[in-house]
């Protein structure tokens, strides 16, 4: 995401870098180079004029060209700009003061409606909320047995009158049956077409008016760039939406509509669609967004996922055994299982400050390494994990036999055991914690 964008960003910068003290033309060149790398983006043209417009007068003012460090003014400004452009700040889901709050999910077919619908469901419940999926969707084939499997999944119950009633009337009812039964969010999975037609937005006026809605999201598909910002705008022309949740993000994507669509539409992006798993979903930051963009990473995203992904009972109790030698090959597994649920190691890697846009395209993870570790520490017998010791050359043998890979295998996983032990343990003292501060990342 933003790869491509990112690098031209920071090409133009460069030029700025090499001057200890910046000239009206100087900051001309330099705002043409980010003006082309807004366009190769798929920004707005609209957007990109007044972006420009507003980073160039700010860029020849005072604060810049009488800077001792002008380069780094520039990287500032046009970083506040592009947080503007976003939005400013996080706008949050509104939540009704008397339940249910009710989400209506609109958008074209194939922009990722019906999964996201049990996304944000998702999300919500973890959050102690207690959501009801509705299958609004009786023209697509399979669309109400998809939300029952994504429905399912979640362990979120979803709401379906069949495909012969009027989904006005199915969206009518499932209110009055969340209010009967204690549902305090619903999650209205409506019909999308192709493109946008008049049936199409009449029905969904018609679900509006009777269902009144507390949040109208459009789903986006941010691959399809400019006509992301047209779709967006047109249904807002018609329904007056809330908000939008972009999604695809995860995929070659320029990054054009996540810069548009709240300029054009002057409705914010609530949420970001950044994988194909039902927890790649997350709140949209517009200030953590231009820091990804401009290559300063997202620190605080990161933390957060690392936050939901270990358990802090689960990390006292590491830590406990980590001071009395006590980690056992049991534990090392944990943690690798735990590490899995932060999401796959190029994402992680996008959030941290300084690694280099596209440095990592042609890493390839090995998906199937957990796989094998968890194979070869359970064909271990329980003492074998808890005292890896006393694994000798026969106890290897039958243990690669058993977990189908090979006996150097077998000694790759436990002398990474080792390693891991002893580096742990200097990070569980008193100055490994001083080195990682208030927040540690338990394995």
Request: net charge positive.
């Amino acid at each position: 995401m933003f790869e491509g964008l990112t690098e031209k960003l920071n090409n133009a910068f460069r030029k700025f870098r090499n001057k200890g003290k910046l000239t009206e033309s100087d900051v001309k060149a330099g705002m043409r180079e980010i003006k082309l790398a807004l366009l190769e983006a798929d920004v707005n043209f609209k957007v990109v004029k007044e972006f420009v417009n507003t980073v160039s007068e700010r860029a020849v003012g005072a604060e810049v060209l009488e800077s001792l460090m002008p380069a780094q003014q520039v990287v500032k400004i046009v970083n506040e700009e592009l947080i503007n452009i976003m939005g400013g700040s996080q706008s949050k889901l509104t939540i009704a003061s008397k339940p249910p709050t009710v989400i209506m999910m609109v958008g074209l077919q194939g922009a990722g409606k019906t999964t996201h619908a049990g996304k944000l469901a998702g999300m919500y419940k973890k959050q102690g909320k207690n959501p009801l999926l509705v299958a609004c969707d009786i023209y697509r084939p399979a669309a109400i047995r998809q939300l029952e499997v994504v429905g399912g999944q979640l362990g979120i119950p979803v709401f379906q009158m069949g495909d012969k009633i009027s989904p006005v009337k199915i969206a009518e009812e499932s209110v009055k049956y969340a209010e009967s039964r204690g549902y305090d969010m619903v999650f209205i999975d409506t019909a999308g077409r192709l493109h946008i037609d008049e049936e199409l937005m009449a029905e969904l006026q018609s679900i509006k008016e009777k269902v009144k809605p507390t949040e109208i999201l459009l789903t986006v598909d941010a691959m399809i760039g400019q006509d992301a910002v047209n779709v967006a705008k047109t249904f807002n022309d018609l329904l007056d939406i809330t908000g939008v949740v972009l999604t695809k993000l995860d995929g070659d994507t320029r990054g054009g509509a996540a810069l548009s669509v709240k300029y054009i539409t002057q409705k914010p992006i609530k949420f970001i669609g950044t994988g194909e798993k039902l927890d790649n979903i997350e709140p949209f930051y517009p200030d953590r967004m231009a820091s990804r963009i401009l290559g300063m990473g997202d620190v605080l995203s990161l933390i957060e996922k690392a936050e939901q992904a270990f358990d802090a009972k689960q990390a006292a109790e590491l830590e406990q055994k980590l001071r009395q030698s006590a980690f056992t090959l049991d534990d090392y597994l944990e943690q690798f299982k735990q590490l899995k649920k932060m999401g796959s190691v190029d994402q992680l890697m996008a959030m941290m400050p300084g690694i280099k846009p596209g440095s990592l395209k042609d890493a390839k993870i090995d998906e199937r390494m957990l796989a094998r570790t968890e194979a070869i520490i359970l064909s271990m017998t329980p003492r074998e994990r808890a005292k890896p010791d006393i694994i000798n050359g026969s106890r290897k043998r039958r243990i690669a036999n058993g977990s189908g890979t090979s006996v150097e295998e077998v000694n790759k996983l436990l002398r990474q055991f080792d390693q891991i032990k002893v580096l742990m343990k200097q990070f569980s003292g008193k100055k490994g914690k001083q080195k990682l501060g208030k927040f540690r990342f338990p394995g």
